[in-house]
């Protein structure tokens, strides 16, 4: 009876301490014509181990509930522990009844400067700067947590948005770029700006009923899961006119292009003539995926 008890006690204390994430991280050093030196590997090695050990909320995540993402850190200059970089960070969550993965967050962060000794501790604290390789880091896990919650209900990626807001906050005393207004139209500032911001309450809206309401139910009513989907769609476009060229617009369509246009390219048919005009409109960027929904 203790060997019972003992063995549910583990399992129990393992999925309460289940992590968030399932991210694949990589180091990708090439640029500097010495990939193969050893402190790339072990930043790497270091850098997969806290992002998927850290434990980022209180809440208990299931092995298959875990959010899948990727970050890909490409140095572009290094001297002694000082690194120059980008930072590309993906993430998706399953559709029902589907092994298909919608993808939700695709950011490329080119304001990545970071100091780093091989070896060195990495530790979260939710209300102090640590350093600016942690902050960046941290800040994304929280967009990808929030992003994700607001697919799953309305507003329900408020906690992890503010704790984004928080990050910033104390960061901008490192003066590293993209913690701050002035360094440009398209950073880590300006994203987390724009999710708190009522002006852009319709891009959150759009995450809900694209996903929750359109996608999810794609499986049972393709038809009408399709027709969701163009109204959500149609939903961006009163947010543009609101404020044309967002930032938050161009964040949305670098990360759904691909599926929308695979959305409306085969399957039960839609009225996609006014969605057509309305994506040119709103995501002209993407108009050669636009020019291939044809039906």
């Not at 399992?11 to 968030?20: A, F, G, N, P, R």
């Not at 002694?80 to 695709?106: C, E, K």
């Not at 799953?152 to 005393?173: C, H, K, M, R, V």
């Amino acid at each position: 009876m203790h060997k019972y008890l003992y063995i549910l006690l583990i399992l129990v204390v393992t999925m309460s301490w289940s992590q968030e994430l399932n991210c694949n991280v990589v180091v990708n050093a090439q640029q500097t014509g010495n990939e193969n030196v050893q402190v790339f590997k072990t930043l790497e090695r270091q850098l997969k181990e806290f992002v998927n050990n850290t434990q980022w909320t209180n809440k208990s995540y299931k092995n298959q509930e875990r959010i899948d993402c990727s970050m890909v850190v490409t140095i572009t200059d290094y001297d002694t522990d000082r690194f120059q970089a980008s930072l590309q960070i993906q993430s998706s969550r399953p559709v029902f009844g589907s092994t298909y993965g919608s993808p939700t967050y695709n950011f490329n962060d080119k304001d990545f400067s970071f100091q780093y000794l091989e070896f060195q501790n990495f530790v979260y604290n939710p209300t102090q700067f640590e350093s600016n390789l942690i902050s960046v880091l941290s800040f994304h896990v929280y967009m990808i947590l929030g992003i994700d919650a607001d697919t799953f209900s309305p507003n329900g990626g408020d906690e992890y948005y503010q704790q984004a807001q928080t990050i910033l906050n104390y960061s901008q005393q490192n003066n590293a770029k993209g913690w701050s207004l002035q360094d440009g139209r398209q950073t880590r500032f300006i994203l987390i700006d724009n999710m708190l911001s009522p002006t852009f309450e319709d891009f959150r809206n759009v995450l809900y009923s694209y996903h929750r309401e359109g996608m999810d139910q794609m499986s049972a009513n393709p038809k009408a899961a399709k027709s969701t989907i163009v109204e959500s769609i149609q939903l961006l476009q009163k947010m543009n006119s609101k404020r044309p060229n967002s930032f938050l617009m161009r964040v949305f369509f670098d990360t759904k292009s691909d599926e929308i246009e695979q959305i409306f390219s085969g399957g039960p048919t839609v009225n996609v003539s006014d969605l057509i005009s309305t994506l040119t409109k709103i995501a002209p960027m993407h108009s050669s995926k636009w020019r291939n929904i044809n039906f």
